[in-house]
């Protein structure tokens, strides 16, 4: 197949909590559907529920959020607002606190 719809439909999520010492607030839980993984790239549906937890990006990753509210804060507590319609790309090298404030769903491609 050469074209693959993102979506939920039939894809088995994974569900997972960030490292409990890199949690800053609240207890977020992640639903990830993977949907393309093919080596270092891989594209799907991540969704969140409320909380903060420390970040360090290794890998390139661009998003796409479809519903809610988040805000990234850098290292020097420079805080960008992700909402629905707000796409971005995080580099690697990136590192701050994800802040959950209302569950938010997202669409991504990483690169690693």
């Not at 197949?1 to 490292?19: A, C, K």
């Not at 992700?82 to 606190?97: E, K, N, Q, Y």
């Amino acid at each position: 197949m050469h074209l693959l719809p993102v979506s939920r439909d039939g894809v088995t999520p994974e569900v997972s909590r960030p490292d409990p010492g890199k949690v800053v607030s609240g207890d977020p839980v992640h639903t990830t559907w993977n949907i393309e993984d093919h080596g270092a790239l891989c594209a799907g549906l991540w969704h969140s529920t409320s909380g903060a937890w420390a970040v360090d990006y290794a890998e390139w990753e661009y998003i796409r959020i479809l519903d809610g509210h988040s805000v990234l804060t850098d290292a020097q507590g420079h805080e960008t607002h992700l909402r629905a319609g707000d796409s971005w790309i995080i580099r690697p090298g990136f590192r701050g606190v994800w802040d959950v404030r209302e569950p938010t769903l997202k669409e991504y491609v990483i690169l690693g």
